[in-house]
């Protein structure tokens, strides 16, 4: 049938009015499966008019239908219109059971008796659960009256009487509770405010107290995350059964044990970035909530794009973000059974030879091979030629017949490269494609839960059939949206460009995101962890600002980082009263909030150094809580005030140094405020970072109309030559932490030196906007 009205006919015969009609004619899948039921519903009524509680269950049939289970859709009919299903729980569980069961020869005694086909609840036997069921609570009811959540009752009666009808079975509840409590008082109609806990009031100092806790990625996401059971890959949507599936299973479970098993692949040919920090997460962190294990595959297929440089640091992110490997494999591990594979696939006609150039083939629509229906015997043997290296590169491939979900038409298995292999060195000259590859290996290592970001989606078909057709185990794809920052780019060839033109200096380069970059910069690990968590796992694409990313790296560094003072800007003081005859050793809590974590020596001398933006001569802001002419300000952890006498001008009018007084802090002494300082410092190079772009798509052509590259903020990277830190920071590692105290969180640089400490900018504190 192709006309509206014949739709809509066929539409009103399971009961539905015109207004549904209408409704459902959008969503052409549904349609066209309601039509198929209609057709077999037709077919069994032969002629007489369907009851509308039939009518119904087979709306819902379609509503409810699973793909892997459509060849059973006359059966379900059939039951339907023949009485067998009368109820909602009888329906879905006809569903229940034949998802546990596709691919089998189905037992019909088995299948009625699970669906309680022939079970008959009687008016009585309703009525007598309902009184039961109210009498084991009465005393609340009566309490409660009609506040009580008849949703729990109703919620027990199902368990009770699985197979009643449920209108009948709330229509008696009603009844019955009306009985017991009588009409709705004005009383019953009040709705109860929620009691609000009254919690105490916390002083600045207790919320400090309190830092946020450091989740892992599995804490924010995993309640999320609602997959199949290893095993049951079936019962998952889209997912193909054969007549083998079944026994494949039984097969896999019985090498697993039932272990969750995930796999993180990348490719060899660069260096991880924020994305893969979210697939790493995802992967691994799945495997590991589940006490199951994930594997490090690398997809070593382009042989000439790969580097040891990039196996190498892949593995050492995959560390450093705190996940082990349970093995590292490689794609070329199966090389010579990936091989077999492709031979078995011709052999069953689903693979051929062909020689049409890669411009010929590329988009969605290219013309049909004339070599498509060459003979199986004739393609084994060009294939055999291609392995023996008697072809150039791009002359011929091997091509799978098959069409794409996103239209894409005989998708390419095998090519020629002559290219030496980082493992298998020169043994090859043909390499399978992703295409071809990905799944066999999934399917190799027992892969339960296959995870790939969205752009895969239109490739699972075709995953879930290379699998099928060669009669091997098919693990099942899951997709999950990307991870996309704003104010960055991530792809390998526009971080190339931005090194080769000086703009950054490597792919570790701090204004970057990837993760050696990130690493650099001071982040930690479990920061990253926690904002890929906090991101979550769903199907949508997002672009996630940066400000969450930040935002966790200061929650772990708040309480990882010890404190440290320091200044970038030095403003020399000399303190006429010193206090004391030489410095002063002063006791400085690495952690303030938590003193039980340690303390660390500073000197506290005759002369000091402040950060020279915390002195203005005449301020202006009435808010202004540090040093002037006129206001002194607190010595953070010396118990002392500063106060400026005299201040020493260079000729240019510019502040030299100040001349001050020190006094007590007490109870007549009370500054409005208290900033860092450093006496007998150690100097070191201070590198501040910005956001290295200057809109927050630079990839988008409206933002940007010149392109990408022109976006780059120059201004990004700012260093200071000459700043000081107190000596705590001697003796520091290469990525230690620390919080330089009103400045910001900073990490040693890799190019520090015995005779200059260089730190990077990790992220600013917060508070910083609040100075006054």
């Known amino acids: 049938m192709t006309t509206p009205e014949e739709k809509t006919e066929y539409l009103r015969f399971i009961g539905l009015n015109d207004q549904k009609i209408q409704e459902t004619l959008k969503n052409e899948t549904l349609t066209s499966l309601l039509l198929e039921i209609v057709h077999h519903a037709k077919k069994v009524v032969n002629g007489l008019t369907l009851e509308k509680s039939s009518a119904n269950l087979l709306y819902q049939t379609g509503t409810k239908m699973k793909s892997q289970i459509k060849n059973r859709l006359p059966l379900l009919v059939e039951s339907v219109v023949n009485k067998n299903l009368t109820t909602e729980p009888q329906l879905t569980a006809a569903f229940e059971y034949l998802i546990s069961h596709p691919g089998q020869d189905l037992d019909i005694k088995s299948f009625n008796e699970y669906c309680g086909v022939g079970v008959v609840v009687t008016p009585e036997q309703i009525k007598q659960t309902v009184q039961d069921v109210i009498n084991e609570k009465k005393c609340e009811i009566l309490e409660k009256r009609y506040k009580f959540p008849v949703g729990s009752l109703l919620g027990e009666l199902r368990k009770r009487i699985k197979w009643a009808d449920g209108k009948l079975v709330k229509t008696e509840l009603d009844a019955q509770l009306l009985t017991l409590l009588g009409p709705k008082v004005e009383q019953d109609n009040v709705k109860e405010k929620k009691k609000e806990e009254q919690k105490p009031k916390k002083s600045a100092a207790t919320e400090q107290a309190e830092p946020e806790k450091i989740q892992s990625f599995m804490e924010l996401a995993g309640e999320a995350i609602n997959f199949h059971k290893p095993g049951e890959n079936y019962k998952t949507e889209g997912y193909v059964v054969t007549d083998k599936t079944m026994s494949l299973l039984k097969n896999h479970l019985k090498e697993t044990g039932g272990k969750v098993i995930t796999r993180f692949p990348p490719e060899p ?34 042989p000439e794009k790969e580097e040891e440089k990039y196996f190498k640091g892949i593995i050492e992110m995959v560390d450093w973000l705190g996940y082990k490997p349970y093995k590292i494999t490689h794609a070329s591990d199966q090389f010579d059974k990936l091989y077999e594979f492709a031979k078995e696939l011709i052999r069953r006609n689903l693979a051929y030879v062909c020689h049409q150039k890669n411009e010929e083939i590329k988009g969605h629509n290219p013309p049909p091979s004339p070599w498509r229906e060459r003979p199986i015997e004739e393609s084994l043997k060009l294939f055999e030629d291609m392995r023996k290296g008697k072809f150039d590169e791009g002359e011929i491939t091997l091509r799978m017949k098959y069409t794409m979900e996103d239209g894409k038409q005989d998708p390419v298995a095998y090519r020629i490269k002559y290219a030496h292999h980082a493992k298998t060195g020169d043994k090859w000259c043909i390499y399978p494609t992703y295409d071809f590859t990905h799944c066999l290996n999934d399917s190799l290592e027992n892969i339960t839960h296959s995870l790939c970001t969205k752009e895969f989606q239109s490739r699972r078909s075709a995953y879930y059939w290379l699998c099928n057709s060669l009669d091997v185990y098919c693990p099942v794809q899951w997709e999950y949206g990307r991870l996309n920052l704003n104010y960055t780019v991530v792809s390998k060839r526009k971080l190339m460009k931005l090194i080769q033109e000086g703009i950054c200096n490597d792919w570790d380069d701090p204004r970057l995101y990837t993760l050696s970059a990130l690493r650099r910069k001071g982040y930690p690990p479990e920061a990253i962890n926690m904002f890929c968590g906090k991101v979550g796992v769903t199907m949508a694409q997002t672009t996630t600002d940066i400000s969450l990313l930040e935002s966790c790296v200061r929650t772990v560094l708040n309480v990882t980082a010890p404190r440290a003072m320091a200044v970038l800007e030095p403003l020399r003081v000399v303190i006429e009263n010193f206090p004391f005859e030489s410095k002063m050793e002063i006791d400085v809590p ?23 933006c915390d002195f203005n001569e005449n301020p202006t802001d009435k808010g202004y809580k540090r040093l002037s002419l006129t206001q002194p300000v607190g010595l953070r952890y010396t118990g002392y005030q500063l106060s400026v006498k005299e201040v020493v001008k260079n000729a ?114 917060k508070e910083d906007h609040e100075k006054k």
Not at 700 to 726: C, F, R, S, Y
Request: glycine share 8%; aromatic share 12%; with cysteine.
């Open 590 to 612: 690495n952690f303030p909030q938590d003193e039980s974590k340690g303390t660390h020596k500073v000197a506290f001398d005759r002369v000091v150094y402040l950060d020279s």
């Open 652 to 765: 240019d009018g510019s502040v030299k140094e100040l001349i001050g007084t020190c006094a007590r802090v007490g109870e007549n002494v009370k500054p409005k405020g208290f900033i860092q300082w450093v006496s007998n410092p150690v100097y070191f190079e201070a590198r501040l970072y910005e956001k290295l772009f200057n809109h927050e798509n630079p990839e988008d052509l409206k933002e940007v109309p010149n392109g990408w590259l022109t976006d780059v903020n120059k201004h990004a990277l700012k260093i200071i030559n000459n700043a000081m830190v107190d000596a705590s920071v001697i003796g520091s590692k290469v990525f230690d932490k620390f919080q330089f105290e009103r400045i910001g969180y900073f990490s040693v640089d890799p190019n520090s030196t015995e005779e200059m400490m260089v730190f990077n900018r990790t992220v600013s504190l």
């Open 269 to 302: 040919n660069g260096i991880l970035h924020i994305g893969h920090a979210k697939a790493i997460n995802f992967n691994f962190g799945y495997a590991k909530h589940n006490n199951g294990v994930c594997y490090l595959r690398f997809d070593d297929t382009n």
